[in-house]
């Protein structure tokens, strides 16, 4: 995810189906952040037009 990061697990769950040639927006929030293990925990949102078509969660560790 990012050069001084490590994406530790992912899991995401479609409830709509993406296609070939849509536009899809992400949209993550961090749900827990852990100082100690420097490891956030984000919650995603996937929309197509403005239409939530799956949602998902990671566990990433930021390196210092």
């Known amino acids: 995810p990012g050069e001084r990061a490590l994406l530790l697990s992912e899991s995401l769950t479609f409830s709509k189906p993406v296609?070939?040639?849509?536009?899809?927006?992400?949209?993550?929030?961090?749900?827990?952040?852990?100082?100690?293990?420097?490891?956030?925990?984000?919650?995603?949102?996937?929309?197509?037009?403005?239409?939530?078509?799956?949602t998902g969660s990671a566990r990433v560790q930021v390196r210092i």
Do not use: P
């Not at 899809?24 to 984000?42: G, M, N, Q």
């Open 19 to 54: 296609l070939v040639g849509d536009t899809v927006r992400i949209e993550a929030v961090v749900a827990h952040k852990s100082e100690s293990t420097r490891i956030l925990e984000l919650g995603f949102t996937i929309m197509v037009a403005g239409v939530v078509t799956g």
